[in-house]
């Protein structure tokens, strides 16, 4: 009596598309074996592409069979010839093995005699068919796919600091996921500054939550889909662009632009060193009232702890207490007070944010509550439609699985919006305060969170004293905060924020009044 095994292969997209069941392929193969008088000696179930025969129940059964000849099966069954290969030139191969193993393939419903040499001329044809196939398939993909980039959509799975959405109409779609999405959004500004190195900006990046290796981060500050544009690939004769995306971006372009030219090194300039300790974070900052060098900062080890110093490199050897300079910058902050009507412009303008994210926050638990229902609808239809005999039950068993997760994935995103409306629904009053409470700001931020501040405050290096410092701030710190210094230069600030006109109105009104002007 012939012996032989069960090959049994079907691929997600197949049995989610065109209904290819394993139950199915099973039942016609032992009908086929029982009518034939074959003993079947195993049955290997497979869930994998078959464009390589790099499949991993495959490779365990070439693997035993070559391990133990006399134990193979005279045959290898499966139903059709592209359940067994859609790669020609790989079926070849693989053939010839079996034959080398004793083990003869066969199709049941393609039936081959491999003695006759014509068959050779159909077996090409059956495995022609479903390379061609699927190179069908793939080529429709790649139109699809290319198809989406031009419209600004963003094709696959989500880039870090997005997560994939579908709407209520089936729509794909991209939307930012915090907290990747503030992380991200705080290297570029942070890049974009051009004080620190990359791979520190990396390592502060992975400390705060994100997730993805070095050269994977390098590759995510390259991606323009994180200032609002989509690239679109090489394709055919049609060069590589960008276009318009159609989903929410995290920065400006203009910000984008300036992080490309610093990671070009065409707008670097020489910072300091990008590790700075916690004892010395004004350290690049300060300048020598000597010499006028850039001052660093080191340690210096004392008889029972290491006392940390701002010292000149050059040879006039100025030098201050880093505690003692820290302390003075730290009560010079707190005396900065924001004039009135700064600060109830500033607060409008956060009661504005806040309503705009409590409003988006709104839509977004009202479009997943709808996706959910969607999902519950299409379990309680599968289940129907099994009851009836229409589907079978691998087929529901697939679309309960996945209805089951979208139910799981939009519960978490309801919690994630409800966590957020939270923290937005905070007491205005706090947020508004800082601007009046710099000093306390700065004391409680680490030291990255210090030295963004004062690129915020200063245009240039403070000039350091033992006594005290000479400040020179941007023209918007001298007007909001009527500093008696004169400020150095002017500073314009790139902004992309959609203020309402109103808010602008009142805004020019207070300059006018002051007699001084800002660019923002």
Known sequence: ???????????????????????????????????????????????????????????????????????????????????????????????????????????????????????????????????????????????????????????????????????????????????????????????????????????????????????????????????????????????????KGAHEKLISVALFEQAQNILNAKGRAKRPRAEVPDQIPLRGFLSCPICHKTLTGSASQGHTKRYFYYHCSGKCRFRARADFVNEKFQSLLGRLKAKDQYIGLYRKIVEDIH????????????????????????????????????????????IKESCSKRINDGCNELQECATLSAETNKNINEHVNLLSRINELYDSSDVLGKRQLLQLFLPEKITLDKEHFKLISTEAVHTIYSLKSIPNRSLVDKIDLEIPAEYINQYLKILQSARSSINS
């Open 1 to 243: 009596m012939q012996t032989a095994c069960l090959y049994i292969r079907v691929s997600t997209d197949e049995q989610a598309q065109k209904g290819f069941s394993q139950r199915s392929q099973e039942e016609r193969l032992l009908k086929y074996c029982l009518l034939c008088n074959i003993q079947v000696a195993e049955t290997i179930f497979e869930d994998f592409s078959a464009k390589t025969f790099n499949r991993p129940q495959w490779t365990k059964l070439i693997a035993k069979w070559r391990n133990n000849k006399s134990g193979s099966p005279n045959m290898v069954l499966f139903t059709r010839w592209d359940r067994f290969s859609r790669n020609i030139a790989d079926a070849c191969l693989m053939i010839g093995k079996l034959q080398k193993l004793s083990v003869q393939p066969q199709a049941i419903e393609q039936m081959l005699d491999f003695t006759i040499p014509e068959h050779k001329i159909m077996l090409a044809v059956y495995l022609a068919a479903a390379e061609v196939e699927n190179d069908h398939i793939a080529l429709n993909i790649s139109l699809g796919m290319h198809k989406a980039r031009e419209e600004g959509r963003w094709p696959g799975r989500a880039p870090i600091g997005y997560s994939n959405r579908v709407t209520v109409m089936g729509d794909k779609y991209i939307t930012p996921r915090e907290p990747e999405s503030i992380i991200i959004k705080r290297a570029f500004e942070t890049i974009a500054a051009n004080t620190f190195s990359t791979h520190y900006i990396y390592q502060q990046a992975v400390l705060q939550g994100l997730k993805c290796s070095r050269s994977h981060f390098w590759e995510l500050i390259r991606n323009p889909v994180y200032c609002g544009r989509v690239l679109v690939p090489q394709f055919g004769k049609e060069k590589q662009h960008t276009v």
């Open 355 to 398: 309503h705009e994210i409590t409003l988006k926050n709104s839509a977004d638990q009202t479009r997943i509550s709808k996706s959910i229902e969607t999902a519950i609808e299409r379990t309680i239809k599968a289940k129907d439609l099994l009851y009836r005999g229409d589907i079978d039950f691998d087929d529901f068993t697939l």
